[in-house]
């Protein structure tokens, strides 16, 4: 068996680590975010950077009690405006209120993932990304998610940036790769550091 494991069903972050030629087993940790998130301090799941950090670290370590002598990546991404923390739509009228929300305003993507072996946090780190999306009508929002389908609804901004929902932005500053979900750069350092990749 493979020495990494990431610890994420994100078809996202499988592609760019197998793109940067990583070898690598991908696993769903299987933790409830949700209840996870609830048991947290108000100061932890209201701050989107303690908050992924925390939720990367729990996914990571649950699969380290299965695994204790492989490396787990957790990873995790956050997304909020104006002191919300948004979570991926249930549903379409979700996504539809989602970007109605946006729309006009500045959110924030924070994408997270921690190097966990023997139960030992080996690395962490959280990269951020500030996007302005442009004032959309609910027509284009209708027609972009009639368009797009459901698979907005796997991503937390109910968008997919590396497709036409790039016609949603005026502005973003950031790393692609923060947005689709791995800060790699960073975590090429760390598994480098960790002698798992030359």
């Known amino acids: 068996m493979c020495n990494l494991i990431l610890a994420s069903s994100s078809i996202h972050r499988r592609k760019i680590l197998k793109n940067a030629g990583i070898n690598f087993i991908a696993m769903n940790s299987n933790i409830n975010e949700r209840e996870i998130e609830k048991s947290l301090d108000i100061s932890d799941r209201t701050d989107p950077v303690k908050l992924a950090l925390i ?3 729990k996914k990571a370590l649950a699969l380290g009690k299965i695994y ?5 990546i957790g990873c995790d991404q956050t997304m909020s405006s104006e002191g919300k ?5 249930k549903d379409m009228t979700d996504a539809e209120n989602h970007l109605f929300s946006l729309s006009g305003n500045t959110h924030y993507i924070h994408s997270s993932y921690v190097l966990v072996r023997n139960d030992t946090i080996l690395a962490s780190y959280v990269s951020e990304a500030k996007l302005k999306m442009r004032i959309l009508s609910i027509e284009f929002i209708q027609q ?3 368009k797009s389908g459901e ?3 796997s991503s937390v901004g109910a968008y997919q940036i590396e497709k036409e929902g790039i016609q949603l932005f005026e ?3 950031g790393s ?4 689709l979900g791995l800060p790699i750069l960073e975590l090429l350092k760390d598994l480098r550091k960790e002698r798992v990749i030359d």
């Open 144 to 146: 972009y998610l009639k």
């Open 176 to 179: 692609f790769f923060t947005i």
């Open 85 to 89: 923390i948004y979570h991926k739509p």
């Open 151 to 153: 698979k907005v609804l």
């Open 55 to 57: 939720l990367a670290q």
């Open 171 to 173: 502005t973003i500053e």
């Open 68 to 72: 204790p002598e492989k490396i787990i």
